[in-house]
T-cell receptor
Framework: DQQVKQNSPSLSVQEGRISILNCDYT??????FLWYKKYPAEGPTFLIS?????DKNEDGRFTVFLNKSAKHLSLHIVPSQPGDSAVYFC???????????FGSGTKLNVKP | DAGITQSPRHKVTETGTPVTLRCHQT?????MYWYRQDPGHGLRLIHY???????DKGEVSDGYSVSRSKTEDFLLTLESATSSQTSVYFC???????????FGPGTRLTVL
């Protein structure tokens, strides 16, 4: 049973608007969350992370929000750019175990 | 970019044949991982290593074995390949305490 779920396989957004990608998890022991971005024919690259002691982390155009009570995190991209078109994976871990569980990914298409 | 290479990058093989995929890193990271990526499943952990000769199973380890005889190399072996092991395989590394993983470029394996 998947412990990390991304229920939207795809998302289409106009350039300049906000992209919101969602992720849900079931394991309350997860205390560290990450987002990765993946272009076709390449490996995923780390984007942004958040610890469970925070509810928000921001890095430039990218912000991750964590709602522990709902076991939900989201990635906001503002403003969206065509180069952001990629598959986005969320991942979760219990920090001390250094082992990660990934969602199934959301394919973002940013239209010019 | 983290120094991770995977070989081969593409391979076509027949059912029942043994296959070995190699991951090589130049970062001296302690942790190494093998994932497979399949549509609808995202990235699933096969095996990981937390040091030389120290390995453990992931979510989908059946039919796979691994070995790590030196820090820089992590080998994934399919003893007798099956069509269900057709997938894209990614190696990743991480340095304990940082938590984010760095991924290799992937190996596309087709089992006929």
């Amino acid at each position: 049973d998947q412990q990390v779920k991304q229920n939207s396989p795809s998302l289409s957004v106009q350039e300049g608007r906000i992209s919101i990608l969602n992720c849900d998890y079931t394991n309350s022991m997860f205390d560290y969350f990450l987002w990765y971005k993946k272009y076709p024919a390449e490996g995923p690259t780390f984007l942004i992370s958040i610890s469970s002691i925070k509810d928000k982390n921001e890095d430039g155009r990218f912000t991750v929000f964590l709602n522990k009570s709902a076991k939900h995190l989201s990635l906001h991209i503002v403003p969206s750019q065509p180069g952001d078109s990629a598959v986005y994976f969320c991942a979760a871990s219990v920090r001390d175990f250094n082992k990660f569980y990934f969602g199934s990914g959301t394919k973002l298409n940013v239209k010019p | 970019d983290a120094g991770i290479t995977q070989s081969p990058r593409h391979k076509v093989t027949e059912t029942g044949t043994p296959v070995t995929l190699r991951c090589h890193q130049t970062e001296n990271h302690r942790y190494m991982y093998w994932y497979r990526q399949d549509p609808g499943h995202g990235l699933r952990l096969i095996h990981y290593s937390y040091g030389v000769k120290d390995t453990d199973k992931g979510e989908v380890s059946d039919g796979y074995s691994v070995s790590r005889s030196k820090t820089e190399d992590f080998l994934l072996t399919l003893e007798s390949a099956t069509s269900s092991q057709t997938s894209v395989y990614f190696c990743a590394i991480s340095d304990k305490g940082r938590n984010e993983q760095f991924f290799g470029p992937g190996t596309r394996l087709t089992v006929l």
